[in-house]
Protein backbone atom coordinates (compact mmCIF):
# COMPACT_ATOMS: atom_id res chain seq x y z
CA UNK A 1 0.00 0.00 0.00
CA UNK A 2 2.70 2.42 0.81
CA UNK A 3 4.87 1.76 -2.14
CA UNK A 4 1.70 2.13 -4.16
CA UNK A 5 0.71 5.48 -2.20
CA UNK A 6 4.31 6.48 -3.21
CA UNK A 7 4.36 6.01 -6.86
CA UNK A 8 0.89 7.57 -6.99
CA UNK A 9 2.36 10.71 -5.37
CA UNK A 10 5.43 10.42 -7.91
CA UNK A 11 3.11 10.44 -10.79
CA UNK A 12 0.95 13.93 -9.33
CA UNK A 13 4.55 15.54 -9.31
CA UNK A 14 5.11 14.72 -12.67
CA UNK A 15 2.22 15.87 -13.98
CA UNK A 16 2.68 18.74 -12.35
CA UNK A 17 6.09 19.14 -13.52
CA UNK A 18 4.84 18.86 -16.98
CA UNK A 19 1.67 21.00 -16.49
CA UNK A 20 3.93 23.85 -15.31
CA UNK A 21 6.12 23.30 -18.19
CA UNK A 22 3.47 23.40 -20.52
CA UNK A 23 2.39 26.34 -19.09
CA UNK A 24 5.66 27.96 -19.28
CA UNK A 25 6.10 26.93 -23.15
CA UNK A 26 2.25 28.43 -23.40
CA UNK A 27 3.13 31.75 -21.99
CA UNK A 28 6.43 32.20 -23.78
CA UNK A 29 4.44 31.51 -27.25
CA UNK A 30 2.14 34.23 -25.76
CA UNK A 31 4.44 36.69 -25.34
CA UNK A 32 6.03 35.95 -28.63
CA UNK A 33 2.94 36.89 -30.45
CA UNK A 34 2.20 39.82 -27.77
CA UNK A 35 5.98 40.90 -29.06
CA UNK A 36 5.02 40.01 -32.75
CA UNK A 37 2.15 41.82 -32.68
CA UNK A 38 3.30 44.83 -31.00
CA UNK A 39 5.98 45.25 -33.83
CA UNK A 40 3.39 44.41 -36.43
CA UNK A 41 1.27 47.64 -35.13
CA UNK A 42 4.51 49.68 -35.05
CA UNK A 43 4.85 48.23 -38.77
CA UNK A 44 1.33 49.55 -39.77
CA UNK A 45 1.66 52.61 -37.88
CA UNK A 46 5.18 53.68 -39.57
CA UNK A 47 3.27 52.59 -42.93
CA UNK A 48 0.17 54.95 -42.06
CA UNK A 49 2.53 57.92 -41.23
CA UNK A 50 4.07 57.68 -44.61
CA UNK A 51 0.99 57.26 -46.32
CA UNK A 52 -0.12 60.98 -44.54
CA UNK A 53 3.10 62.24 -45.51
CA UNK A 54 2.37 60.94 -49.15
CA UNK A 55 -1.17 62.26 -49.08
CA UNK A 56 0.02 65.60 -47.98
CA UNK A 57 2.44 66.21 -50.51
CA UNK A 58 0.03 65.24 -53.41
CA UNK A 59 -2.38 67.79 -51.95
CA UNK A 60 0.60 70.49 -51.80
CA UNK A 61 1.56 69.49 -55.52
CA UNK A 62 -2.18 70.23 -56.46
CA UNK A 63 -2.30 73.37 -54.38
CA UNK A 64 1.18 73.96 -56.34
CA UNK A 65 -0.36 73.59 -59.92
CA UNK A 66 -3.14 75.75 -59.04
CA UNK A 67 -1.31 78.67 -57.75
CA UNK A 68 1.41 78.68 -60.77
CA UNK A 69 -1.16 79.97 -62.49
CA UNK A 70 -1.75 82.51 -60.02
CA UNK A 71 2.00 83.46 -59.99
CA UNK A 72 1.79 83.96 -63.78
CA UNK A 73 -0.58 87.01 -62.97
CA UNK A 74 1.04 87.80 -60.24
CA UNK A 75 3.44 90.01 -62.59
CA UNK A 76 6.55 88.51 -61.70
CA UNK A 77 6.53 89.31 -57.38
CA UNK A 78 9.12 87.54 -55.34
CA UNK A 79 7.22 84.34 -53.40
CA UNK A 80 7.67 85.61 -49.80
CA UNK A 81 8.86 82.61 -47.76
CA UNK A 82 6.95 82.82 -44.43
CA UNK A 83 8.59 80.72 -41.76
CA UNK A 84 6.29 79.83 -38.70
CA UNK A 85 7.22 77.98 -35.64
CA UNK A 86 4.38 76.23 -34.05
CA UNK A 87 3.77 74.58 -30.87
CA UNK A 88 1.12 72.61 -29.04
CA UNK A 89 -1.18 74.44 -26.61
CA UNK A 90 -5.20 75.30 -26.53
CA UNK A 91 -5.15 78.03 -29.28
CA UNK A 92 -2.44 77.14 -31.24
CA UNK A 93 -5.34 75.76 -34.32
CA UNK A 94 -6.86 79.35 -33.85
CA UNK A 95 -3.57 81.00 -34.13
CA UNK A 96 -2.61 79.01 -37.35
CA UNK A 97 -6.05 79.14 -38.24
CA UNK A 98 -6.22 83.35 -38.11
CA UNK A 99 -2.57 83.64 -39.98
CA UNK A 100 -3.20 80.85 -42.53
CA UNK A 101 -6.44 82.84 -43.50
CA UNK A 102 -4.45 86.15 -43.97
CA UNK A 103 -1.97 84.84 -45.88
CA UNK A 104 -4.61 82.72 -48.62
CA UNK A 105 -5.24 86.75 -49.51
CA UNK A 106 -1.23 86.97 -50.37
CA UNK A 107 -0.35 85.98 -54.01
CA UNK A 108 3.00 83.81 -54.37
CA UNK A 109 3.53 83.09 -50.68
CA UNK A 110 4.95 79.72 -49.58
CA UNK A 111 4.41 79.07 -45.90
CA UNK A 112 7.07 77.05 -43.84
CA UNK A 113 5.42 75.91 -40.71
CA UNK A 114 8.02 74.33 -38.38
CA UNK A 115 6.32 71.82 -35.33
CA UNK A 116 8.09 72.08 -32.21
CA UNK A 117 7.53 67.87 -31.91
CA UNK A 118 8.96 64.95 -32.29
CA UNK A 119 6.85 64.07 -35.31
CA UNK A 120 4.44 65.98 -37.74
CA UNK A 121 1.23 65.90 -36.10
CA UNK A 122 -2.42 65.17 -37.49
CA UNK A 123 -3.94 68.87 -35.97
CA UNK A 124 -1.28 70.86 -37.92
CA UNK A 125 -1.27 67.86 -41.06
CA UNK A 126 -4.76 69.09 -41.36
CA UNK A 127 -5.18 72.64 -40.99
CA UNK A 128 -2.35 73.02 -43.97
CA UNK A 129 -4.62 70.19 -46.22
CA UNK A 130 -7.81 72.71 -46.05
CA UNK A 131 -5.64 75.83 -46.32
CA UNK A 132 -5.25 76.10 -49.83
CA UNK A 133 -2.12 77.70 -49.54
CA UNK A 134 1.96 76.02 -50.56
CA UNK A 135 3.01 74.78 -47.50
CA UNK A 136 6.14 73.05 -46.78
CA UNK A 137 5.63 70.90 -43.48
CA UNK A 138 8.73 70.59 -41.22
CA UNK A 139 8.92 69.44 -37.49
CA UNK A 140 12.19 70.11 -35.20
CA UNK A 141 12.15 69.52 -31.50
CA UNK A 142 13.25 72.05 -29.09
CA UNK A 143 16.30 70.29 -26.63
CA UNK A 144 15.12 69.86 -23.42
CA UNK A 145 17.48 72.56 -21.25
CA UNK A 146 15.85 75.12 -23.58
CA UNK A 147 12.24 74.26 -22.38
CA UNK A 148 10.18 75.52 -19.58
CA UNK A 149 10.00 73.29 -16.63
CA UNK A 150 6.82 74.60 -15.59
CA UNK A 151 4.28 75.65 -18.17
CA UNK A 152 1.63 77.14 -15.37
CA UNK A 153 4.42 79.72 -13.60
CA UNK A 154 4.18 81.00 -17.19
CA UNK A 155 2.82 84.96 -16.74
CA UNK A 156 0.85 87.73 -19.24
CA UNK A 157 4.50 88.41 -21.16
CA UNK A 158 4.98 92.40 -21.84
CA UNK A 159 6.68 91.72 -24.91
CA UNK A 160 10.61 93.26 -24.87
CA UNK A 161 11.51 92.26 -28.89
CA UNK A 162 11.20 88.73 -29.36
CA UNK A 163 12.93 87.91 -25.80
CA UNK A 164 10.10 88.28 -23.10
CA UNK A 165 10.53 90.66 -20.13
CA UNK A 166 11.62 89.84 -16.66
CA UNK A 167 8.46 88.98 -15.42
CA UNK A 168 7.87 86.31 -18.03
CA UNK A 169 9.98 82.60 -17.30
CA UNK A 170 10.11 82.67 -21.53
CA UNK A 171 12.33 85.73 -21.52
CA UNK A 172 14.90 83.52 -19.70
CA UNK A 173 14.51 80.99 -23.32
CA UNK A 174 15.60 81.42 -26.82
CA UNK A 175 12.33 80.52 -28.60
CA UNK A 176 12.12 79.37 -32.04
CA UNK A 177 15.82 78.28 -32.46
CA UNK A 178 15.58 74.74 -33.88
CA UNK A 179 12.39 75.39 -35.66
CA UNK A 180 13.24 78.47 -37.53
CA UNK A 181 16.89 77.30 -38.21
CA UNK A 182 15.11 73.53 -39.82
CA UNK A 183 13.40 76.26 -42.25
CA UNK A 184 16.46 77.99 -43.31
CA UNK A 185 18.41 74.74 -44.08
CA UNK A 186 15.17 73.52 -46.06
CA UNK A 187 15.67 76.80 -47.45
CA UNK A 188 19.36 76.03 -48.87
CA UNK A 189 18.75 72.30 -49.79
CA UNK A 190 15.71 73.40 -52.03
CA UNK A 191 16.35 76.74 -53.45
CA UNK A 192 19.34 78.39 -55.56
CA UNK A 193 21.03 81.69 -55.87
CA UNK A 194 19.81 84.20 -58.54
CA UNK A 195 17.41 81.62 -59.90
CA UNK A 196 14.48 81.85 -56.86
CA UNK A 197 13.44 85.35 -56.39
CA UNK A 198 12.30 85.89 -52.95
CA UNK A 199 11.60 87.16 -49.81
CA UNK A 200 12.39 85.34 -46.13
CA UNK A 201 10.15 86.60 -43.23
CA UNK A 202 10.03 85.34 -39.60
CA UNK A 203 6.14 84.94 -39.18
CA UNK A 204 5.38 83.91 -35.63
CA UNK A 205 1.86 82.04 -35.05
CA UNK A 206 1.01 84.75 -31.87
CA UNK A 207 1.30 88.35 -34.25
CA UNK A 208 -1.75 89.69 -35.91
CA UNK A 209 -1.04 91.02 -39.91
CA UNK A 210 -2.58 93.18 -41.94
CA UNK A 211 -1.87 91.78 -46.35
CA UNK A 212 -0.22 95.41 -46.78
CA UNK A 213 3.06 94.29 -44.73
CA UNK A 214 3.39 91.38 -47.74
CA UNK A 215 3.33 94.06 -50.15
CA UNK A 216 5.84 95.83 -48.45
CA UNK A 217 8.30 93.34 -48.45
CA UNK A 218 8.07 92.58 -51.92
CA UNK A 219 10.06 95.72 -52.51
CA UNK A 220 12.85 94.46 -50.05
CA UNK A 221 16.69 94.33 -52.39
CA UNK A 222 18.18 93.42 -49.16
CA UNK A 223 16.85 93.86 -45.91
CA UNK A 224 13.55 95.71 -45.30
CA UNK A 225 12.72 97.52 -42.20
CA UNK A 226 9.24 98.69 -40.79
CA UNK A 227 7.30 99.39 -37.13
CA UNK A 228 5.65 96.93 -34.76
CA UNK A 229 2.93 97.55 -32.98
CA UNK A 230 2.09 96.35 -29.18
CA UNK A 231 5.82 95.10 -28.14
CA UNK A 232 8.11 96.36 -25.77
CA UNK A 233 5.86 98.01 -23.35
CA UNK A 234 5.09 100.40 -25.93
CA UNK A 235 2.39 100.97 -28.50
CA UNK A 236 5.09 100.75 -31.07
CA UNK A 237 8.59 99.53 -31.86
CA UNK A 238 10.02 101.56 -35.23
CA UNK A 239 13.39 102.14 -36.80
CA UNK A 240 14.45 106.10 -36.56
CA UNK A 241 15.17 107.75 -39.62
CA UNK A 242 17.71 110.31 -40.37
CA UNK A 243 15.85 112.96 -41.60
CA UNK A 244 18.46 114.29 -44.26
CA UNK A 245 19.10 111.43 -45.67
CA UNK A 246 16.03 109.05 -45.03
CA UNK A 247 18.24 106.16 -43.59
CA UNK A 248 17.99 104.42 -40.89
CA UNK A 249 20.21 106.20 -37.64
CA UNK A 250 18.52 104.46 -34.41
CA UNK A 251 15.54 102.68 -32.82
CA UNK A 252 12.40 103.49 -30.30
CA UNK A 253 12.40 100.17 -28.03
CA UNK A 254 10.74 99.52 -24.94
CA UNK A 255 14.43 97.37 -24.09
CA UNK A 256 18.16 98.00 -25.20
CA UNK A 257 17.56 100.53 -27.66
CA UNK A 258 21.15 100.46 -27.83
CA UNK A 259 21.13 97.01 -29.75
CA UNK A 260 23.20 97.28 -33.40
CA UNK A 261 20.00 96.03 -34.82
CA UNK A 262 17.11 96.57 -32.05
CA UNK A 263 14.11 95.33 -34.42
CA UNK A 264 11.69 92.49 -33.51
CA UNK A 265 11.88 89.50 -35.40
CA UNK A 266 8.39 90.63 -36.94
CA UNK A 267 9.53 93.97 -38.13
CA UNK A 268 11.89 93.03 -41.28
CA UNK A 269 12.08 90.54 -44.25
CA UNK A 270 15.85 89.44 -45.94
CA UNK A 271 16.56 88.88 -49.59
CA UNK A 272 16.05 84.98 -50.30
CA UNK A 273 19.75 85.20 -51.90
CA UNK A 274 21.39 86.35 -48.37
CA UNK A 275 20.23 83.47 -46.95
CA UNK A 276 21.20 81.21 -49.71
CA UNK A 277 24.61 82.52 -49.99
CA UNK A 278 25.34 82.94 -46.16
CA UNK A 279 25.56 80.09 -43.34
CA UNK A 280 23.65 82.70 -40.81
CA UNK A 281 21.76 81.04 -38.37
CA UNK A 282 20.39 81.23 -34.99
CA UNK A 283 21.68 79.95 -31.44
CA UNK A 284 21.52 78.89 -27.78
CA UNK A 285 24.65 80.76 -27.52
CA UNK A 286 23.62 83.97 -28.25
CA UNK A 287 22.75 86.51 -25.47
CA UNK A 288 18.81 86.44 -24.64
CA UNK A 289 16.95 88.62 -26.35
CA UNK A 290 19.75 89.00 -29.28
CA UNK A 291 18.60 86.79 -31.46
CA UNK A 292 17.24 89.14 -34.04
CA UNK A 293 20.53 91.79 -33.58
CA UNK A 294 22.70 89.28 -34.00
CA UNK A 295 21.18 87.49 -37.03
CA UNK A 296 21.23 90.40 -38.83
CA UNK A 297 24.39 91.28 -38.73
CA UNK A 298 25.72 88.59 -40.71
CA UNK A 299 23.67 91.04 -43.74
CA UNK A 300 23.87 94.52 -43.05
CA UNK A 301 24.85 97.37 -41.57
CA UNK A 302 22.25 99.30 -39.87
CA UNK A 303 22.91 102.43 -42.49
CA UNK A 304 21.78 100.19 -45.08
CA UNK A 305 18.33 98.91 -44.19
CA UNK A 306 15.55 99.44 -46.49
CA UNK A 307 12.81 101.77 -43.98
CA UNK A 308 9.52 100.48 -45.81
CA UNK A 309 5.36 101.24 -44.63
CA UNK A 310 5.66 105.19 -45.71
CA UNK A 311 9.41 105.64 -44.34
CA UNK A 312 8.65 103.57 -41.10
CA UNK A 313 5.27 106.13 -40.33
CA UNK A 314 2.70 102.74 -40.96
CA UNK A 315 2.07 99.81 -38.69
CA UNK A 316 1.18 96.67 -40.31
CA UNK A 317 2.01 94.27 -37.84
CA UNK A 318 0.96 93.77 -34.42
CA UNK A 319 2.69 91.43 -31.51
CA UNK A 320 -0.64 90.02 -30.25
CA UNK A 321 -1.17 86.92 -28.22
CA UNK A 322 -4.38 85.38 -27.88
CA UNK A 323 -5.66 85.02 -24.34
CA UNK A 324 -4.54 81.58 -22.81
CA UNK A 325 -7.54 79.85 -22.10
CA UNK A 326 -9.21 78.04 -18.99
CA UNK A 327 -9.72 74.55 -19.92
CA UNK A 328 -11.14 72.54 -17.28
CA UNK A 329 -12.62 69.58 -19.44
CA UNK A 330 -12.55 68.12 -23.25
CA UNK A 331 -15.08 67.19 -25.67
CA UNK A 332 -14.27 64.13 -27.34
CA UNK A 333 -14.57 63.89 -31.05
CA UNK A 334 -13.47 67.56 -31.74
CA UNK A 335 -10.02 68.83 -33.05
CA UNK A 336 -9.79 72.13 -31.43
Not at 171 to 180: A, D, L, M, N, T
Not at 209 to 229: D, I, L, R, S, T
Not at 261 to 277: E, H, S, T, W
Amino acid sequence: MERSGNHCEMRIKRFAYWFTGLAIVVIIWKLCLIESSVDNLQSIRKILDFHKDQLELTQQQLVFLENLAKKKSAGGLPTIYAVTPTYWRHVQKAELTRISQTLRLVPNVHWIVIEDSETKTDLVRNLIAESGLVVTHLHAKTPPFEQLKDKKKELEAVTCGDAECLQDPRWKRHRGVEQRNAALKWLRSNLQVNKNNGIVYFMDDDNTYNVKVFEEMAKVKKVGVWPVGLVGGLNAETPILDEKSGKVKGYKSGWKADRPFAIDMAGFAINLDLILKSEASFSYKMEKGYQESEFLSYFIKKEELEPLADNCTKVYVWHTRTEKPVVNGVVPGLEV
